[in-house]
């Protein structure tokens, strides 16, 4: 495609369920990141792949957060037993190379009941 | 270490004035790139400027333009002749160049309203 697509685009979850929330980035982009961002507030870092390196899963917040990427190609990020206080945005972004602009998809909004 | 500042929650300008949304960042990184993004009320993020730290000219794009102090570490976005479309969330985001293996940090934001 020709943008970064997210699904869903809306998840409403019971508290403790699982869910997975999926990224396409665009085709080419080594560099794919995920952010959080509760309502009103700024992007809160989660985790960044960049091609086939290890990831920087430093603003994970919990263990039950987790995210996989195979290669430059989709990726999931899972959260494992939701909370309500992980209701929020959920936006991916990839870009081509370090000095270029990042994409982003338009989110999957989460809301746990 | 990467951090970004942006000391501003909440700015207002008039339709057609010009306003400048601040950011001041630190790193350690020699390279670094620094982005704005705006968000419209409808959450998408839009890439506005880029700048780069050893470029030597401001970026400018339309009418947006980026006031690059690289001594003082401030990257303040300029946007000329406001128009209501503006109004929307401005964030500021910066990536270290020569790790190769750096992410993107955000701001926390400036929601800009413009008025007729």
């Known amino acids: 495609g020709a943008g970064v697509s997210q699904s869903p685009s809306n998840k409403v979850t019971e508290k403790g369920k699982d869910v997975e929330l999926r990224c396409d980035p665009i085709?080419?982009?080594?560099?794919l990141y995920w952010y959080r961002q509760r309502l009103g507030q700024g992007l809160e870092f989660l985790i960044y792949?960049?091609?086939?390196?290890?990831?920087?899963k430093s603003g994970l917040p919990s263990d039950r957060f987790s995210a996989e990427r195979t290669g430059e190609s989709v990726s999931t990020l899972t959260i494992q037993r939701t909370q309500q206080e992980d209701s929020a945005v959920y936006l991916c972004?990839?870009?081509?190379?370090?000095?270029?602009?990042?994409?982003f998809g338009q989110g999957t909004r989460l809301t746990v009941v | 270490a990467q951090k970004i500042t942006q000391t501003q929650p909440g700015m207002f300008v008039q339709e057609k004035e010009a306003v400048t949304l601040d950011c001041t960042y630190d790193?350690?990184?020699?390279?670094?790139?620094l982005f704005w993004y705006k968000q419209p009320s409808s959450g998408e993020m839009i890439f506005l400027i880029y700048?780069?730290?050893?470029?030597?000219q401001n970026a400018t794009e339309g009418r947006y333009s980026l006031n690059f102090q690289k001594a003082r570490k401030s990257a303040n976005l300029v946007i000329s002749a406001s128009q209501l479309g503006d109004s929307a969330m401005y964030f500021c985001?910066?990536?270290?160049?020569?790790?190769?293996?750096?992410?993107?940090?955000f701001g926390k934001g400036t929601m800009l309203l413009v008025s007729p």
């Open positions: 085709s080419g982009h080594t560099a």
């Open positions: 985001a910066m990536r270290a160049l020569n790790s190769g293996y750096s992410t993107l940090t």
């Open positions: 700048q780069g730290s050893y470029d030597q």
């Open positions: 790193t350690s990184d020699p390279s670094y790139g």
């Open positions: 972004a990839s870009s081509r190379q370090v000095n270029t602009e990042a994409f």
């Open positions: 792949f960049q091609g086939n390196s290890a990831p920087d």
